[in-house]
């Protein structure tokens, strides 16, 4: 056993240092950003995911490039400024099963119940997809995370990437005093509360598939009366009846551009109430929940036009400004990540970035 420990420990060692593995830091500005490779089929490098996150530990900033394949591992991120980019979210997937209830069972809190544990900011993940894929194997529907946050982490960006849980909320981003979060380009998958942050969120050109006759948005804006979840220019479809949205906490909901296929459920967002008066949380700043240029908006009328971008509220903001108030580029650090990668010899997709001047029509 102690031989196996030790050869394992040698072998990345021998990963860590290797040319293969990690590259020439490249200069992104005023900073140096390692990149490192993971490939299941070279074992003279990193052959899982984690090994590379663990090596990097003493690097200020590090992409790891991840190649094609079937990665069936539980990832455990506590450092800042790193990406994970795989080649495509068709061929690079990360997929393991864990229900939340099982390992509630043996440990106090849910760090290590999801797919993607994060407790770190200034996370990128990118041309991946993300499976917990408990439920499809003990036919359950009951809290399977994909990707799971806690307090301390912000800035996280998806981008291009496949999200799918066979249970209820499969990305649940929980910072709820100050977390920034950005999803483009994805396609998130799940039931109830499937997509489900606490704090400030923007998610655009992406798609919506929700397994139940639940809610598939949940926001937590408690804290603070600026925190909001958008979405732009995206699609949410399901099985027959589904909702669009709901919350437990003060909240507050953007709709824009967007289209509702028509086994949308014509159930306006809400708040949860209980018969226990005292699980029900104080409603502070009232009931928020504003829409724009969405379709078809005949069949939901609560859907109706209330929020007027150009006109009114963003003024010569984009809307990126406007959602993160001014403290957060994420398309900049999607396109400055796109210009190191692109440096390297690693085959991805390319990033699909945002044009600003067309985000809010």
Request: aromatic content about 12%; glycine content about 4%; hydrophobic content about 35%.
């Amino acid at each position: 056993m102690f031989t196996h420990i030790f050869r394992c420990l040698f072998i990345s060692l021998l990963a860590f240092l290797s040319t293969p593995s990690i590259a020439t830091p490249t200069q992104n500005g005023d900073t140096e950003v390692a990149t490192l490779l993971v490939d299941q089929h070279d074992k003279s490098g990193f052959i899982t995911i984690q090994a590379a996150i663990d090596a990097s530990s003493k690097l200020k900033e590090v992409i790891i490039l991840i190649k094609p394949g079937h990665y069936k591992e539980k990832l455990f991120i506590t450092r800042n400024n790193l990406s994970l980019v795989g080649s495509s979210k068709g061929n690079t997937v990360i997929e393991y099963p864990e229900l939340r209830n099982n390992w509630r069972e043996k440990h106090p809190n849910d760090w290590g119940a999801a797919v993607i544990n994060i407790s770190a900011s200034d996370i990128n993940i990118v041309n991946l997809s993300v499976l917990n894929s408990y439920g499809r194997r003990h036919n359950t529907d009951e809290h399977q995370f994909a990707i799971r946050s806690f307090e301390n982490a912000s800035r996280i960006i998806l981008h291009q990437c496949n999200v799918v849980a066979d249970g209820s909320d499969t990305i649940s981003l929980w910072n709820k005093k100050d977390g920034m979060y950005y999803h483009s380009y994805c396609n998130f998958e799940g039931h109830t509360d499937m997509v489900c942050p606490r704090g400030w969120a923007l998610i655009e050109n992406s798609t919506f598939f929700n397994h139940k006759k639940s809610a598939t948005l949940w926001h937590d804006g408690e804290l603070n009366q600026e925190q909001k979840l958008v979405v732009n220019n995206s699609h949410f479809d399901g099985i027959e009846g589904f909702w669009l949205g709901r919350h437990h906490y003060d909240a507050q909901f953007y709709l824009l551009n967007s289209t509702f296929s028509k086994n949308m459920e014509n159930k306006a967002l809400f708040k949860k109430t209980y018969e226990n008066i005292d699980r029900i949380r104080a409603n502070l700043y009232g009931d928020r929940y504003f829409f724009y240029n969405n379709s078809p908006i005949e069949a939901y009328p609560w859907a109706s036009n209330n929020f007027y971008p150009k006109k009114k509220h963003l003024k010569n903001q984009t809307l990126e400004q406007w959602v993160f108030n001014g403290k957060w580029q994420p398309n900049l650090v999607l396109m400055k990540l796109s210009q190191v990668i692109e440096k390297t010899n690693f085959q991805a997709d390319k990033f699909q970035i945002n044009d600003k001047s067309k985000i809010v029509k």
